[in-house]
């Protein structure tokens, strides 16, 4: 089977027919204009999560979004019919820079050495089982453990994980009973929420990218949880526990 086909099988099986052309046009199939030997993957790994890990899934970048295709399922074929890392990183390249009309991904949303580090990455991982090592393995922190946010004098904060991982900075929260002030810094492009839920009161922040989302509600003692409401967010692991008392 020539590297055309293959580039077509796999551009079918991400659901994004642009690929065969541009990874053939722009990237010469197996050359995708990154330098493999300068490409920093380390890097790559960061940004992947921080960029795109809300809309992708890449078991071992451990991202869960949905609103993209699942990278590992996307190159599984490619996988089984012996692509190269190379190959497989020229296609991702194409894509960062030309993911065609139509398709929610933006152009260029990494650009330069970025793009390259980024490409390098997805092609030495996307389809294959088992978790990175060496310096990949701790490349990003995971998100999601941090101290638990208190109210102070009727305000509660919750942040965004700003690395990119859809999670807030914390998984646990606590308040005393009355109104609060709900505050959800993200200083990340990707729009997020903050949902308070539980005993038979519900309210929560517009959806809010690179900013401050705010809200109030009044809370009795009792379990609450919090959550991200856009669409994938929250089965992500974009969620915790609000205990009032």
């Not at 899934?57 to 949905?66: E, I, M, S």
């Not at 005993?199 to 929560?204: I, L, P, R, S, T």
Request: glycine share 16%; aromatic share 4%.
């Amino acid at each position: 089977m020539g590297s055309r086909d293959l580039v077509t099988r796999v551009a079918r099986a991400a659901g994004l027919c642009a690929l065969a052309a541009l990874a053939l046009g722009a990237a010469g199939c197996t050359n995708s204009g990154a330098n493999e030997q300068s490409a920093d993957v380390v890097r790559g790994k960061q940004l992947f999560v921080e960029k795109c890990g809300a809309c992708h899934t890449l078991q071992r970048a451990g991202t869960k979004g949905t609103t993209g295709p699942n990278l590992d399922d996307a190159f599984h074929i490619a996988r089984v019919e012996r692509w190269g890392d190379a190959s497989i990183r020229g296609v991702v390249y194409a894509q960062i820079l030309y993911p065609g009309a139509g398709l929610v991904m933006p152009a260029k949303l990494v650009e330069g050495r970025d793009a390259e580090d980024v490409a390098a990455y997805v092609g030495a991982v996307a389809g294959k089982p088992g978790k990175d090592g060496g310096l990949l393995a701790t490349a990003v922190k995971q998100a999601g453990g941090g101290t638990p946010a208190v109210e102070k004098s009727g305000r509660l904060s919750i942040a965004v994980d700003p690395g990119g991982q859809l999670k807030y900075v914390t998984d646990t929260a606590t308040a005393a009973p009355g109104r609060v002030e709900i505050a959800m810094p993200n200083t990340t492009s990707v729009g997020h929420d903050l949902v308070i839920e539980g005993n038979g009161v519900k309210f929560q922040t517009p959806i809010v990218a690179n900013g401050v989302a705010k809200g109030s509600g009044v809370l009795q003692a009792g379990d609450y949880v919090f959550y991200c409401s856009v669409p994938g967010h929250r089965q992500a692991g974009m969620e915790g526990k609000l205990t009032v008392k």
